[in-house]
C-alpha cells in the first residue's frame, strides 16, 4: 500500500512540476498575463488570448510598420503555435493528473477494501484454524485416551501376571530350601554316630551360590540371618535366641542356612502376617486373659508369634499360678531368692550341688548359657534354687534346669519361677517329677499303649531291635523336647503344652514318632 | 562282602554308670568319636552310642548304654542294666563324694545284671591331677576288694579310655571262651551275630535292622 502512496505523491508531484513549469515560461513571454489561471481554465486548448489577436489585426493596415508587424507577427504566430503546444502539453498533463488522481482515489479505496479484506481474512482465517486445530486435537485426545485404556488394561494384566509369578517364586524358593533340607542323610558305616551326617547335593557349588545369593537377598529384609562364612572356617553365627551354630562342613552350614531360610519364608508368607493381625486383635479383645476356647486353641495351633510370645507365656503362666500367687503374696519370690536357706538345710544343699554341676551343661552353646559368668547361668541358678526351696519335695530334676534354661531366654527369671511351679504341680501331677520319676514313667507306658495301637510298624521294629521306647522319649516328656526337635520348634511345643497339659504333650510325641514310622 | 557294616561275630552290651557329672557321656563320646566333647548337654534318661572292635580277631560291636547320673533317674535306668555283659562303674577322681556312692551303685550292678557281668572301675578327669581327692591307690583297694579292674581315665586327653573299652571287651569274649558265660541265657548281654537273611535266590546280605 505504501508502495502505492508513494507512487501517487510522485505522480502529482511530477504534475505540479508541470504547472509551474508552464507558468514561468508564461510569465518570461506574457508578462501581463498573470490571471491566466490554469487550474480555473482546465483546458489549454479553449484559451484565446485577445490582446494577441487585437495586435494581430493592427499589423496588416500600416505597411510601414508592415516587416516589424510581420516580424511580431511571425513571432506571435510562433508563439501562439508554442503556446497551443504548451496547452496542449498542458491539457495532456491536466488529463493524466486527472487520471492519476482517479487512480489513486481507486486505489485508496483499494487499499481500504484490502485492509477491510484483510481484516476478515485474518479473522476467518483464525477460527477456521482454530476449529481444524481443535478437531484434530479432540481426534488426538480420543484416540490417545484409547491407546492409554488399552495400554491400562495390559498393564493390569501384565502386574496381574507379575504379581502371581512372584508368588509362584517365593513358593518353589520356599520348597527349594525345604528340598535342600531333606537332602541331608546318616551314611551306614560301622561306626553309627549321630555326628556322622551329611549333605549330599548334585551339582557342584551350583546350590551353594544359589542359595548364597537367596541368603542374601534375604538378609536384606531380615539382617539376623547367619552367612555363610559366619557359619564356616571357624567362625560361628549367634542366632536370635544365643545359639551358636558353626560348621567344619561347608554342606551342613548350606544344609542350616535353609532351615533359616525356610522360615524365613513362612515368615513373609501373607497367611503369617493375617495371623500376626489376628493375633495381635485377640490380644487386645482379651486384655491379657485367655479363656480355652476355640478361637484360642485355633490361635495357639498356629504358633504364637515371635513379637507375642513372651506376653502369651506370661498371661498363661499367671492365669495358672494366680490363686499360688494370692496364698504366697507379691514378695514370694524375692524372699527365696534371698533366702539362706531352709530348715531341710542338707537336702537343699544336695539339690544345690546337682544344680551347680548343670548350670554349665545346660545350654553350654548359647551365649547366655556358655561361661559361669553369664547372666543367663546366673538367673538360671537363682531359679532352680528359688524352686528347690518352694518344692523340696520334688527339688531339683535334670530336665527343668533345660525347661528353665528355654523359658529365661523369653521371661524374666521370676516369670520363669512361676512356669517351674505351674508346670510341676499345675500342669503335670506332683509325681511327675518326684523322687522316682513316677507320673513321667507311667506316662511312658501309656504311650508305648498307644504307639503299639496307633503306630503297630515302628512298635513292632523296636520290639525286633529290643529298643524300649522309653530310651527315646523320656527326656522328652521330662524336658519338654528340649534336645528332640531343632530349638526354633521347641517354643511352639511349648506354647502347645501351655494350655493343653499333658494329653498334648503325648500327641506331640505321637506325631514325631509317627514321622519314623517306616512304611506298611 | 569285604568289612561291611555288618560284619562283625557278636554284639556286646555295655552299660556306663556313676554319678552326676562324673563324665560318662564324654568317656562314651571319646570312645565312638575320639574326640573330647566340650560342651554338650548332660543326658536325661539314657542315651546310646555303637562302636565295632576287634578282640583276638573277632569284630565285636559295642553297643553302650549312658545313663543319666542323677539319683531319681536309677528308678529309670535301672531297667538298663539287665542284660549288660559289661558295666563301666566311674566316679571322678576330683570328688570324692563320687568315689563315696560307688559302693551304692556297685550294689545296683551287682544285683541287676547276671553274675558274669564284667564290672569295670573307672577314675575319670584323670588329667585334673593336681585337684585329685582320691587316690589311686585307694580306689585300686576298692577295686581289688570287690574283685573290679580299675583304671585310671581321662574323657578329655583320652589317656586310658580305649583300654578300659577294650580291656572289658576282651574279659567278656574270655568268659565266652571259657565257656563260664552261656549265650544261650537271654540276659548274657551278648547276642552272637545274626545271620543275614538270605534271599531264595542268594542275593547275598539281606537289609537288616542296623543297630
Same mark, same amino acid.
Given at each position: 500500500l505504501s508502495v502505492v502512496d508513494d507512487a501517487d505523491i510522485a505522480e502529482t508531484r511530477q504534475s505540479r512540476y508541470y504547472q509551474n513549469e508552464i507558468r514561468n515560461w508564461l510569465n518570461r513571454h506574457q508578462p501581463g498575463m498573470d490571471t491566466f489561471d490554469i487550474h480555473s481554465q482546465g483546458d489549454l486548448s479553449t484559451y484565446t488570448c485577445p490582446e494577441l489577436l487585437s495586435k494581430s489585426n493592427n499589423s496588416a493596415q500600416s505597411s510601414q510598420q508592415s516587416s516589424l508587424v510581420g516580424d511580431r507577427i511571425e513571432s506571435n504566430l510562433q508563439l501562439t503555435e508554442e503556446v497551443r503546444q504548451f496547452r496542449e502539453k498542458e491539457h495532456g498533463y491536466q488529463q493524466e493528473l486527472q487520471r492519476l488522481n482517479q487512480k489513486n482515489q481507486r486505489l485508496i479505496v483499494e487499499i481500504e477494501q484490502l485492509k477491510q479484506l484483510s481484516q476478515n481474512r485474518d479473522q476467518v482465517l483464525d477460527k477456521n484454524y482454530l476449529l481444524t486445530r481443535n478437531r484434530f486435537l479432540n481426534s488426538e485426545v480420543v484416540r490417545l485416551s484409547s491407546k492409554w485404556q488399552d495400554e491400562q488394561s495390559q498393564y493390569v494384566q501384565l502386574s496381574r501376571r507379575v504379581i502371581d509369578l512372584e508368588a509362584q517364586l517365593d513358593q518353589f524358593k520356599q520348597q527349594y530350601v525345604y528340598l535342600l533340607q531333606s537332602c541331608i542323610r546318616i551314611p551306614v558305616c560301622e561306626r553309627h554316630s549321630v555326628e556322622l551326617v551329611e549333605v549330599k547335593l548334585f551339582g557342584g557349588d551350583v546350590h551353594k551360590k544359589r542359595v548364597c545369593q537367596l541368603l542374601d537377598e534375604a538378609r536384606r529384609i531380615d539382617p539376623t540371618l547367619p552367612t555363610f562364612d559366619s557359619l564356616t572356617s571357624g567362625n560361628s553365627h549367634v542366632d536370635l535366641y544365643g545359639f551358636r551354630h558353626s560348621y567344619a562342613e561347608e554342606s551342613l552350614a548350606l544344609h542350616y542356612i535353609c532351615t533359616q531360610l525356610h522360615q524365613h519364608y513362612q515368615s513373609q508368607l501373607t497367611a503369617q502376617q493375617q495371623h500376626r493381625h489376628r493375633w495381635k486383635l485377640y490380644l487386645a479383645q482379651s486384655k491379657n486373659i485367655f479363656i480355652n476356647n476355640k478361637e484360642t486353641r485355633a490361635l495357639v495351633r498356629n504358633g504364637i508369634p515371635s513379637a507375642y510370645r513372651s506376653t502369651v507365656w506370661r498371661c498363661l503362666i499367671h492365669q495358672q499360678v494366680v490363686d499360688y500367687k494370692v496364698k504366697y503374696g507379691k514378695y514370694y519370690y524375692r524372699n527365696l531368692c534371698s533366702s539362706q536357706g531352709s530348715a531341710d538345710v542338707e537336702f537343699s544343699t544336695v539339690h544345690q550341688k546337682q544344680i551347680m554341676l548343670d548350670l554349665l551343661r545346660?545350654?553350654?552353646?548359647?551365649v547366655h548359657f556358655s561361661s559361669p559368668t553369664c547372666k543367663g547361668v546366673n538367673q538360671l541358678q537363682t531359679v532352680l534354687r528359688a524352686y528347690c526351696l518352694h518344692n523340696s519335695t520334688i527339688g531339683y530334676c535334670q530336665g527343668m534346669n533345660f525347661i528353665a534354661g528355654t523359658c529365661l531366654l523369653f521371661l524374666s527369671p521370676e516369670d520363669t519361677f512361676w512356669f517351674l511351679v505351674a508346670l510341676t504341680e499345675k500342669y503335670f501331677v506332683s509325681s511327675y517329677f518326684d523322687n522316682s520319676l513316677t507320673g513321667a514313667q507311667a506316662d511312658q507306658e501309656v504311650l508305648k499303649d498307644l504307639v503299639a495301637h496307633m503306630l503297630p510298624g515302628l512298635a513292632e521294629h523296636l520290639e525286633k531291635c529290643d529298643i524300649d521306647l522309653a530310651t527315646v522319649t523320656l527326656n522328652w516328656f521330662l524336658a519338654l523336647f528340649f534336645d528332640a526337635v531343632p530349638f526354633q520348634l521347641n517354643p511352639i511345643a511349648f506354647n502347645a503344652i501351655k494350655p493343653y497339659q499333658t494329653e498334648v504333650e503325648i500327641a506331640v510325641q505321637i506325631g514325631l514318632l509317627a514321622i519314623s514310622e517306616p512304611p506298611p | 562282602m569285604a568289612a561291611g557294616p555288618y560284619n562283625y561275630s557278636y554284639i556286646f552290651k555295655y552299660i556306663i554308670i556313676g554319678d552326676m557329672g562324673v563324665g560318662k557321656s564324654c568317656l562314651l563320646h571319646q570312645f565312638t568319636e575320639k574326640k573330647f566333647m566340650a560342651d554338650c548337654p548332660h543326658t536325661i534318661g539314657v542315651e546310646f552310642g555303637t562302636r565295632i572292635i576287634e578282640v583276638s580277631g573277632q569284630k565285636i560291636k559295642l553297643q553302650i548304654w549312658d545313663t543319666a547320673? @542323677?539319683?531319681?533317674f536309677r528308678a529309670v535306668t535301672r +531297667?538298663?542294666?539287665?542284660? *549288660?555283659a559289661g558295666a563301666l562303674m566311674v566316679y571322678d577322681i576330683t570328688r570324692r563324694s563320687t568315689y563315696n556312692h560307688l559302693s551304692s551303685w556297685l550294689t545296683d550292678a551287682r544285683n541287676l545284671t547276671n553274675p558274669n557281668t564284667v564290672i569295670f572301675l573307672i577314675g575319670n578327669k584323670s588329667d585334673l591331677d593336681a585337684q585329685r581327692d582320691v587316690t589311686y591307690e585307694e580306689a585300686k583297694a576298692f577295686a581289688d576288694e570287690n574283685g573290679l579292674t580299675f583304671l585310671e581315665c581321662s574323657a578329655k586327653t583320652g589317656e586310658n579310655v580305649e583300654d578300659a573299652f577294650l580291656e572289658t571287651a576282651r574279659k567278656i569274649y574270655q568268659n565266652i571262651q571259657d565257656g +563260664? %558265660? !552261656? %549265650?544261650? @541265657? *537271654? !540276659? +548274657?548281654?551278648? @547276642?552272637?551275630k545274626q545271620l543275614p537273611r538270605t534271599t531264595p535266590a542268594g542275593g547275598g546280605d539281606a537289609k537288616q535292622c542296623n543297630c
Open positions: 545346660t545350654m553350654p552353646n548359647n | 547320673g @542323677q539319683e531319681r +531297667s538298663y542294666y539287665r542284660g *549288660a +563260664s %558265660l !552261656d %549265650l544261650n @541265657q *537271654a !540276659d +548274657s548281654g551278648v @547276642q552272637p
